[in-house]
């Protein structure tokens, strides 16, 4: 083990400003899907910020079409340029290769090729803005997205783009993990973040595909007219969002899975002490990630769908319940007896554990039967998605950035900044979305521009909240540029973690390690080993 | 190194050629996956419309060429195993035999691809197109354009695919003619082949669903 | 609090109490011990290097599994239960036939009656709705009866309810439709089964008898145009105060020339308004969408003289 | 160089084996047999593919994990059709006395696809000539250059042409437009 040494050696200052365009290192295009992404965060995020806007009171600030194209893309932004590539493409990318003690992912080339088709996917969703916006909501129903005005057929095209990356991230990180662990890591001595990344590259791989030809088949319907989803040419509208859920549903799971092993690496590390059933938690991934594929119709209990599929989609949704439900209890029994910190990656994944809680306990709700059909397409599954996608997801994620942040960068962020804006967005955030599942409850529905005066309390607290989120984040973002010049130098291992991504130099160097280290335990051997 | 295996180095990041093979084959494999889950969905479509729509299939069925259908499928059949002869002679150092194989497989591939240009300038011709644009005339069920939808669709995705493993095909043959690949190191040929023979695989399918079930 | 204005309404509240305490004492439970894990074994108290090594605890893990699982089917079977009434109408209920358009409910009766955006009920008597679409998919959602329901083109699909309260119930589309999504809105009235039956046979009788309110002076016409103009949807897309929304503003239109899609020029009279009700594709405004439904058979004649009246008087 | 042989004879016997299914299932085709068609024709068609996978592509003899991931393909998508196939296939058909649920999927079928109007015939062309008589000729400057191709004359027949001030015909419907193509374009060729 050394120190980085200034200058040269570490992945950072290799070669020129241009280098990194051809980069074939899992670190530098990891850090560039990072930035990407993050990009897009903020796009997305603006336009929440209008959302909310437009929400704080009832009559029209925007053009009803406007607000409709402003949910569209925020929905389209935030799912398929940020939170489906954030984890397992930015973090995954970096630490993947770094934990499982290689030189790289088994394709560098693919890899290089994925950010690029990413980029150019983006490109396209983006260049959709800029002609004519489109108004169909992320979602793209059919017949809507068929009759649509709108630039539907470039935001498709785009969606297709980044499905394919998404794929080919997928299938480098399933043969990365399967062929190139160091000597000695055997699966079960795996980080909980890789079984987590494997379980989502499986998803990607197998439920992709399907929204891939999925879109494709909306642009041939509005090319070719082919009709399978338009009832006027004698298709069904309902098996389009048969497909669209196949995929759509599964990448929740690509969503949160990554997220929930984030958490299983700082709850260890910053309470000093063997994981809580590594096993069960390790394959709950892996049962999460299959049953994912079985539960989509609960998204379609009202759309028409017969009562045979409602009764084996609802008893299906019911058993996702219960490997989250032990992830959760682990998490918290990892606690127990633990010698815990509360540096800001630990509290994000505090954050994560009751926002997350929420999340998962509010789809009880939406996944009975009765009950979903009043709730269904309201405030409250607007809010229950944001407890599990933004509450688990992106508190994983910002768990995660600060967590590595010393390693990817070898700068510290600053500490009571951290705390600060960790406090912010916890706020924020339940100020914003707790309402919103009251008011679902009192049936406002959901993507609607103006609203009956009757819910005007609940959405102005809502949209104050934002503000707060807003506010938040724009100080993280504001101290973790400043950190990435002026922050304090770190250590090769700040935390005293025992993965093997601390093993090597902050930043690493280009090719991670002096010496392919050889694994002799698992990763999570904190604190007193108990005799035999 | 192996000096047989020409130019070819195993990758930085690799430590056996061995291991960089079966990594090149499991994502292979993998990509297949992914494959066979694209062309899923257009199954998962015509299962659930002949399912509800029976005799409109049967009807439409019978527009098809079958000896057209039949013949393509004897050929992809026969440069499935022309592949599978060039892998297996690439790999034993076989260059001059291997090529040839490479080529008969190519042109196996052309043929195919002619025989559905025929195919299809007659559907056109005859107005038996995607829904939208249909335009034949003695038709008794309404829905039967959607059948035409997913005969072109299935077919033409399916097409997209060969032409692809055609491009993949001269370009492996090329590489074997000047001696790239020998015992040592044959993955390209080898992926290219698994990969034609999924593309043969699913034509396998595509024949009797689309051509034969009256 | 929402009113519980069916039978739905009330199995809907009961299930939703029961998974909302499991809900919230689950969520107490966890919050709880990890806020008291976390003081308890502060670093400060804690010595980081003498943590337990502890594996697990199969026992407690798969309790916690089998206990939820448990609950979970609970819930699932009960839902299902509820599920069922929801579904399945009891016999010889009154049927509505419910088209959803952009963006307007369409209510026809089994006599041939037409409302838009609005729907009449009797009490206490099981009413089922059927419901299709002219374009895109549509979702009926009654708040105040817990229930709701997709419309999808091409495709028929049913529901049915008992109301228990009198009154007037909001009823919104609860599926993105498009623009006017949040204004296709609709108002279900319950009323009892005598007054539903005498206002049924008041519009019987007075279709039979074609006692047109051919007398009325302009002035009531107008104002008897301007209920419908709101009742029958078109605020939706037109307003009367100059703004643009889906559709032109109507106010001041009338006798003056407008411009088409096709460059050409078009007095705007009273044959014109007709034939824009009729069939709205005809001619259409300049730099407007081809969007509006026909209201062909739901406008009489004289409802469209009504209409002819109101915008006639309308200023700019 | 040593190529073993008795690998490319077992290629060459599954080549026949394959080839005799294959004219065997088309040679089936020809019967009714009712339900026992499909049957056939799939088990042939899954023999086949299983021989391809097993022996062309090696997977007989892969590795486990490559085996695993292939089959797992075909169970993920099996679900798929099994799951859809649970709704498509057990719709209620919606019971009611006074109105008609069954037209209704038929009713927002456009069937005027069917008319072929797009391919020009000597009937068209006639139609043609007496609608264009009736109602566009008055509208057509007698120096009017028209398009040389039909979808553009169609186009112009839709959407009219704003800077000669014709106004669109779309209120004819498709065919009636096509006809008028038809006719303009025969007596552009003349």
Redo the contacts between chains.
Sequence with gaps: MHQATQGHGNYLTEGGFWSWFTTLDHKRIGVMYLFTTLAFFIVGGLFAVLIRLELFRPGNLFSPDLYNQLFTFHGAIMIFMFIIPIIPAALGNFFLPLMIGAKDVAFPRLNLTSYYLFIGGAMLAVAALFSGGVDTGWTFYAPYSLRSQTAVILVTLGVFVMGFSSILTGLNFMVTIHKLRAPGMTFHRMPLFLWAIYATAIIQVLATPVIGITVLLIVMERVLQIGFFDPKLGGDPVLFQHFFWFYSHPAVYIMILPGMGIISEVVTVFSRKHIFGYVAIAYSSLAIAFISFLVWGHHMFVSGQSPLANLLFSVLTMMVAIPTAIKIFNWTATLYKGSIQLQTPMLYALSFLFLFTIGGLTGLFLATLSVDVHLHDTYFVVAHFHYVMMGGTVMGLLAGIHYWWPKMFGRMYPELSGKISCFLIFLGFNVTFLPQFYLGRLGMPRRYADYDASFTTWNMVSTIGSWFIFAGFLWMFAYLIWSLFRGEKAGDNPWGAKTLEWQTSSPPQVYNFEKIPEVKEGPYHYGVMKTE | MNTQAGSHSVPHHFETAQQAFESAKLGMWLFLVTEILLFGVLFCIYIMYRGLYPEMFHEASLHLNRVMGATNTAVLLISSFTMAMAVHRAKHDDRVTAVRMLAITFFCGVIFMTIKYFEYTHKIHEGLLPAGMFSYDHVTHVKMPLFFSLYFMMTGLHGIHVLVGMGLILWVMVRCQRGAFGHAYSTPVELTGIYWHLVDLIWIYLFPLLYLIG | M?PQASS?AH??EI??GV??W??LI??LA??T??VF??IK???TR????????????TV??TS??VG??VV??I??I??????????NAPQ?PL?I?VIGKQWLWEM?Y?NGRKLINEMVVPKDEPV?L?F?SA???H?F?I??F?????V???????LWFQASLLGEH?V????????????MLATLKVVSKEDYDTWQKQWEKAKTQKVEEAQEDAASMAEQGKGLFTQKGCTACHTVTGQK?IGPPLNGIFGKEVEL????KHFRDENYIRESLMTPG?KMVKGF?PLMPTFQGTLSDSEVNAVIAYLKSLKE | MFVSKSHEKKYAVILIGLLCLTVMTVWVSYFDFGVLNIVVAMLVATVKATLVALFFMHLYEDQRVNQVVFISAFIFLALLILLIGSDLFFRPTPQSKYFHPEDVSKQFVEKKHSGNFEIPSQLLIEEGKNLFERYCVAYFPSSYVFPRERQKIYDLMTHGDSASHIPSFSDLGEKERWAITHYLFSRLEK
């Design positions: 929402l739905s199995s809907f299930l939703f998974i909302f499991f809900s689950s969520f966890v919050s011990a990890i894990f976390v074994f502060h670093r804690r010595d980081p290097f003498k943590t337990p090594f502890i594996h697990g605890h407690l893990e916690v599994a939820l699982f979970v089917m819930f699932f009960w839902g299902w239960a509820d599920y069922k009434k929801i579904l010889d049927e036939n026809e089994s089922k059927l299709s374009d895109v998919i979702s959602f708040p105040n817990r229930l709701k329901q997709d999808v083109p091409g495709l028929y699909t049913t909001p919104l589309c609860a599926e993105y439709c498009g623009s006017a999504h949040s204004k929304l899609q096709d460059g050409s005809a969408a």
